[in-house]
């Protein structure tokens, strides 16, 4: 079974610096990774996505993440953090039926709670 | 224009009681989910359903029961509510392709639930 890591519980960074926010999964095919973001009391927003190609892929916000398929990771970065990003990032994998039809079953992680300081 | 809607956002009730959240998508899409989030913050699957058909039942109580009148809508009735059901319930949707993942998982706002 699929599943999704997520090592840091809580990350605080000061304004400006940069970030990078880890996540690992574990799943025997190719994988379609995702980040998605939650603001207090909000829904998920779509921050990124990876289906195959290009293992660096860009995002909204000025994310992007890279998939490392020898290391099972799909890290998010930002180059210099905004206040605004404060949030709890989750990072998920998709779940493709092998039968042919995609499944559409996400694994999320633990969420990271991201704190911005001024 | 949201393209994923749920009502209510905010649901306090007793338990014992029956409710139901609401769901509309106008995406065009054919297959709906509802996800629950736990305290802890832990999304999980609950129901998947694809042009009105179950096709995800990730071993939830029977007292949740999915409802997908058209492909549109997926509404969740929750019978006998338990202090166990507070969560964030999340509805999404996609268009399921063959062959893979052509498209992402588009989620609403989510609603709370708070039983007591």
């Known amino acids: 079974a699929q599943s999704v890591t997520q090592p840091d519980i809580h990350i605080t960074v000061s304004e400006g610096a940069s970030l990078e926010l880890r996540c690992n999964y574990s799943y025997g095919a190719t994988p379609y990774l995702f980040w998605y973001v939650q603001s207090p009391g909000q829904g998920l927003q779509l921050l990124l996505k990876y289906f195959s190609g290009d293992t660096l892929v860009q995002g909204i916000k000025g994310f992007e993440a890279e998939f490392k398929r020898s290391q099972s990771s799909f890290n998010l970065r930002k180059p210099s953090v905004h206040w605004s990003d404060a949030a709890e990032y989750f990072c998920a994998v998709g779940v493709f039926n092998a039968g042919g039809t995609s499944y559409g079953k996400l694994t999320f992680g633990q969420g990271t709670i991201l704190t911005v300081h001024p | 224009d949201t393209a994923v809607s749920q009502t209510p956002k905010y649901l306090v009730t007793q338990m014992g009681n029956d409710k139901s959240i609401k769901c509309e998508q106008n995406l065009g899409h054919d297959t709906m989910y509802w996800y629950k989030q736990d305290s802890k913050k832990f999304l999980k699957i609950m129901f998947s359903y694809n042009n009105k058909e179950l096709i995800i039942n990730e071993t939830v109580p029977n007292r949740f029961s999915p409802k997908s009148p058209d492909k549109a809508h997926l509404n969740l009735h929750i019978n006998s509510l338990e202090l166990g059901d507070s969560a964030v319930y999340f509805c999404?949707?996609?268009?399921?392709?063959?062959?893979?993942?052509?498209?992402?998982?588009?989620f609403g706002e989510g609603s709370w639930l708070t039983v007591v």
């Open positions: 999404a949707s996609s268009q399921r392709l063959p062959g893979g993942w052509g498209n992402t998982i588009y």
